[in-house]
């Protein structure tokens, strides 16, 4: 099976833009005052459940676009896989970097801010590992069928 890494990472690189994005604004949300932030949180949160999903299929149909000619199913949803990986990647390394510089703002002890950026990191990369591989792949499958209609 062969896997156009260009396609890959020019895929990846658009979901971790759109993914980095999203971490900064939902990180930056706890450097506002607590009554902004509840708002603005809910505003975040429902983003993030839909952004967490369409994104990594996204990011896997767009590997499926960027690679020439038509290529087998399951090398469209390995290389969709491949991209909603590392954009999800992308994603958990900038939130932990957003979450302990806003803890440093915010003037929490240095042990609370490395459990924090620790803590996202493991929890968000492990998410990334699972779902947005599983939804990347999704989408590679996805531009699959709509490339069969052509």
Known sequence: MNINMQSVMKAAAIGAAINAVIGIINGAVGLLPASVASILGILT????CCGGFLIPVITGALYGYFTPGKEEMGQSALGGALSGLIAGLVYGIVQAVVNMVVGLINGLAFEAILTAGVGTIISTCCGAIIFGSILGA?????????????
């Not at 949160?45 to 993030?48: A, D, F, K, P, Q």
């Not at 999704?138 to 052509?150: E, L, Y």
């Open 45 to 48: 949160t429902l983003t993030l």
């Open 138 to 150: 999704i989408g590679g499958v996805i531009w699959g069928f709509v490339q069969k209609d052509k």
